[in-house]
T-cell receptor, first 111, second 113 residues
Framework: SQELEQSPQSLIVQEGKNLTINCTSSKTLYGLYWYKQKYGEGLIFLMMLQKGGEEKSHEKITAKLDEKKQQSSLHITASQPSHAGIYLC???????????FGTGTRLQVTL | NAGVTQTPKFRVLKTGQSMTLLCAQDMNHEYMYWYRQDPGMGLRLIHYSVGEGTTAKGEVPDGYNVSRLKKQNFLLGLESAAPSQTSVYFCASASGGSNYGYTFGSGTRLTVV
């Protein structure tokens, strides 16, 4: 979707390294979701951010919302092979809880 | 396990054939959605439903029809399949106002030859 741009498109990191994925919106960010997709499987909900400045963490994954930049970042600390997959951000748009998704960031973690 | 179940998981169709993809959820969610996922395009919304008996068009509805006769089921139909409909299809459900977003099915990989 042109409404949400993710960067980088793909990323290869060595196990133990930190990494950051960005999601930039052309619209005001309200209701920004992060999902992870393992290859060949469905999407798993990671976390949701609702307002500027909000930051949430789950295990080694931290997501932040910068309202001024219209951007959210997903940071993984000390990456592990289990972190490999496709990370997608989704923005709540319109009614009925519809989500518009970014094109995803493919993460590979090497040993 | 509770969640969203999609059938079938894989299917190959010939151009012009029809088929129905079934999505079933057991979480009593009001909202259900059908998305397609294509390389470089991300997930795009095909159709959605806000409750039993209701459906609405999403971003890319052409060539698809849907029905939600029962709250737990959301069917996606292809009347005359085209190669452009080769994709991975995902169904998702949500309860209105949830902070947990969608629960996704595991997807249906459809190839139209």
């Amino acid at each position: 979707s042109q409404e949400l741009e993710q960067s980088p498109q793909s990323l290869i990191v060595q196990e133990g390294k930190n990494l950051t994925i960005n999601c930039t919106s052309s619209k005001t960010l309200y209701g920004l979701y992060w999902y992870k997709q393992k290859y060949g499987e469905g999407l798993i909900f990671l976390m949701m951010l609702q307002k500027g400045g909000e930051e949430k963490s789950h295990e080694k994954i931290t997501a932040k919302l910068d309202e001024k930049k219209q951007q959210s970042s997903l940071h993984i600390t000390a990456s592990q092979p289990s972190h490999a997959g496709i990370y997608l951000c989704g923005l709540q748009t319109g009614t009925a809880s519809k989500l518009t998704f970014g094109t995803g960031t493919r993460l590979q973690v090497t040993l | 396990n509770a969640g969203v179940t999609q059938t079938p998981k894989f299917r190959v169709l010939k151009t012009g054939q029809s088929m129905t993809l079934l999505c079933a959820q057991d979480m009593n969610h009001e909202y259900m959605y059908w998305y397609r996922q294509d390389p470089g395009m991300g997930l795009r919304l095909i159709h959605y439903s806000v409750g039993e008996g209701t459906t609405a068009k999403g971003e890319v509805p052409d060539g698809y029809n849907v029905s939600r006769l029962k709250k737990q089921n959301f069917l996606l139909g292809l009347e005359s399949a085209a190669p452009s409909q080769t994709s991975v299809y995902f169904c998702a459900s949500a309860s209105g106002g949830s902070n947990y977003g969608y629960t996704f099915g595991s997807g249906t990989r459809l190839t139209v030859v």
